[in-house]
């Protein structure tokens, strides 16, 4: 603050003083003038002939300023949010993607915030939308659906260091919505109805192969006791009864029919 101060010059001290003298002499009537305040989430960037007073912003509370010499800019110290406009991509796989997101920063340093740049929030709005542009130009189709959380980060580290020399402070990034071209919608689809198909006859014939091979091993214990088969049949017919119906069966034996077969 005495580095700023000193920089002010003689001429500068000479302006200070009568300012200060003439605010003194109408001391009534400057109280309105000089007495500033600002809220709890605001502080007051004081600029001395051009000059910032010091390297601390004033607030919250009760401040004063020196009339036609002094001014002061309020800074809002609340996190904001931003929806980012819905961004055409081409992605490393030559697909064009439209993805929007929103940003949520609050600012750090207001010094660095008035000082460094002339539209803080502006400012950080066209650079979250080159971000995202950028870190999806280097994601695959696959990538930008399913790892939208690695993404985000990778936003947020990129543009929180960015922003870091204007005082902003990057909270959070996240991806709201990725859309597709109705095109490519049907072909993922058309895509993922023959996987799913093609799943299905896998775990079809997966099935037939092992009711053949339970119906192997029953056949097996079928020949080795002969009255088993006549047990099942016993078995089939009370399972028909229950069902009231009038369907009659006439269990005939295997035998008969083997002798049959072999005239």
Same mark, same amino acid.
């Given at each position: 603050?005495?580095?700023?101060?000193?920089?002010?010059?003689?001429?500068?001290?000479?302006?200070?003083?009568?300012?200060?003298?003439?605010?003194?002499?109408?001391?009534?009537?400057?109280?309105?003038?000089?007495?500033?305040?600002?809220?709890?989430?605001?502080?007051?960037?004081?600029?001395?002939?051009? *000059?910032?007073?010091?390297?601390?912003?004033?607030?919250?509370?009760?401040?004063?300023?020196?009339?036609?010499?002094?001014?002061?800019?309020?800074?809002? @110290?609340?996190?904001?949010?931003?929806?980012?406009?819905?961004?055409?991509?081409?992605?490393?796989?030559?697909?064009?993607?439209?993805?929007?997101?929103?940003?949520?920063?609050?600012?750090?340093?207001?010094?660095?915030?008035?000082?460094?740049?002339?539209?803080?929030?502006?400012?950080? *709005?066209?650079?979250?939308?080159?971000? @995202?542009?950028?870190? @999806?130009?280097?994601?695959?189709?696959?990538?930008?659906?399913?790892?939208?959380?690695?993404?985000?980060?990778?936003?947020?580290?990129?543009?929180? =260091?960015?922003?870091?020399?204007?005082?902003?402070?990057? =909270?959070?990034?996240?991806?709201?919505?990725?859309?597709?071209?109705?095109?490519?919608?049907?072909?993922?689809?058309?895509?993922? =109805?023959?996987? *799913?198909?093609? *799943?299905?006859?896998?775990?079809?014939?997966?099935?037939?192969?092992?009711?053949?091979?339970?119906?192997?091993?029953?056949?097996?214990?079928?020949? =080795?006791?002969?009255?088993?088969?006549?047990?099942?049949?016993?078995?089939?017919?009370?399972?028909?009864?229950?069902?009231?119906?009038?369907?009659?069966?006439?269990? @005939?034996?295997?035998?008969?029919?083997?002798?049959?077969?072999?005239?």
């Amino acid at each position: 603050a005495g580095e700023n101060n000193g920089g002010l010059g003689c001429c500068g001290w000479i302006l200070v003083i009568i300012s200060a003298f003439f605010s003194i002499l109408i001391f009534p009537i400057s109280i309105f003038i000089s007495i500033k305040i600002v809220k709890e989430y605001e502080r007051a960037v004081i600029f001395r002939l051009g *000059r910032i007073t010091a390297r601390k912003a004033k607030g919250p509370g009760i401040f004063f300023i020196i009339p036609c010499t002094d001014s002061f800019v309020k800074v809002d @110290l609340r996190t904001i949010s931003f929806d980012i406009p819905p961004q055409e991509i081409l992605t490393k796989d030559s697909v064009t993607v439209s993805v929007d997101g929103v940003v949520y920063f609050r600012v750090n340093d207001p010094v660095a915030s008035v000082a460094n740049v002339s539209n803080a929030d502006y400012s950080t *709005r066209l650079l979250a939308q080159t971000t @995202l542009r950028n870190v @999806l130009g280097t994601k695959n189709l696959s990538e930008v659906l399913s790892d939208r959380e690695v993404i985000s980060q990778s936003m947020q580290m990129t543009l929180d =260091e960015a922003t870091d020399s204007w005082g902003i402070k990057v =909270e959070r990034v996240e991806i709201k919505d990725v859309k597709l071209p109705q095109q490519l919608q049907r072909a993922m689809a058309a895509e993922a =109805e023959a996987a *799913r198909e093609a *799943r299905a006859k896998v775990i079809a014939a997966e099935g037939e192969m092992n009711a053949s091979r339970a119906l192997k091993e029953a056949s097996l214990v079928i020949a =080795e006791s002969p009255s088993a088969l006549q047990l099942r049949y016993l078995q089939t017919l009370n399972t028909i009864a229950a069902e009231k119906n009038s369907t009659i069966i006439f269990p @005939l034996p295997m035998d008969v029919i083997s002798h049959f077969m072999k005239k």
